[in-house]
């Protein structure tokens, strides 16, 4: 049998610009750290580290294994922060048994200037459980919901808003709000109508009629915005746009609300196909 030995897989933080709470260009956070699975994951100044016990000599595995916890902690942060975060790789080391090797560079940054840093160690917290539930549905929502954030975040940087491209591109980010709600909730369109009611009933959604009426909004938008299907209205981007803030709340909200379930536990939604 192969002997295991203690790897530390270190990725690189580079927010783009100063944050609220940040000092001369200073550290990130605070060393905070919160267990996931069988690893530690610490974030520290400007790391991220995830530390677990591997066999010393499989590199491709012990660093797919990082990288997936790094991403699922990462999507998971984006969710608590409702910022487009995207906490990951500009490139990382790791240390095994004492020595340092080199690793793979990807391209990122966390571009969430509106975030007020004294929020961070609470938010780690909340990360770092909605990525220890091991949960699917968690997982894929909180895909679509980063993936939301980042086109309304770098892709309005590249087009005018007035132009068809900008109409086209929130249609696409309200989109994924849209699958990030469905993910947890189901969507009465191609599942049973008593699996979704389950699943609202679950998760206590009537409880909250502010809730419940941003969910049935944001499937109306999805449905008559030239969202799902092409559009000959110009009122319908108009709609689309003027709906994505709201959609994002919605999302974030409604992905929360699971995580609470699921912690005080709650069984497991299976993701819809």
């Known amino acids: 049998m192969a002997a295991v ?14 944050f609220q709470g940040q000092q001369g260009g200073g ?9 996931i699975d069988d690893a530690k994951l610490a974030v520290n100044g400007d790391s991220l580290i995830v530390r677990f ?11 797919a294994k990082a990288m997936n916890l790094a991403n699922r902690f990462c999507g998971a942060l984006a969710v608590v922060t ?9 490139g990382y080391s790791r240390v095994v048994s004492g020595t340092v090797l080199s690793g ?9 200037l509106n975030y007020d840093l004294k929020r961070l160690p609470k938010d780690i917290d909340a ?6 539930l091991n949960d699917q549905a968690i997982e894929v929502s909180c895909d679509y919901f980063l993936h939301a954030a980042l086109l309304l975040d770098d892709g309005m940087r590249n087009v005018d808003p007035r132009s068809p491209s900008a109409q086209l591109l929130y249609a696409d980010i309200l989109l994924n709000f849209h699958k990030a709600v469905t993910t947890i909730l189901g969507d009465k369109r191609v599942e049973k109508s008593d699996v979704v009611k389950k699943r ?33 209205d110009p009122a319908a981007a108009r ?33 819809p196909d």
Do not use: C
Request: proline share 5%; aromatic share 8%.
């Open 5 to 18: 030995v203690p790897w530390e897989v270190r990725f690189t933080l580079k927010p783009a610009g100063m």
């Open 82 to 90: 409702v910022e487009p975060v995207s906490w990951q790789i500009n």
């Open 104 to 112: 793979a560079s990807a391209v990122t940054r966390w571009s969430g």
């Open 53 to 63: 016990l591997w066999p010393a000599a499989d590199d491709e595995a012990a660093e």
């Open 127 to 132: 990360a770092g459980l909605a990525t220890s």
């Open 27 to 35: 550290p990130v956070v605070a060393s905070k750290e919160v267990a």
């Open 200 to 232: 609202y009933t679950a998760l206590k959604i009537a409880e909250i009629p502010l809730l419940e009426s941003d969910i049935k909004e944001l499937a109306k938008l999805r449905n008559q915005s030239g969202v799902a299907h092409h559009s000959l």
């Open 239 to 271: 709609k689309a746009r003027n709906g994505v803030d709201q959609a994002k709340q919605t999302a974030r909200k409604v992905l929360w609300r699971y995580v609470g379930y699921r912690r005080d536990g709650g069984a497991a939604f299976k993701k």
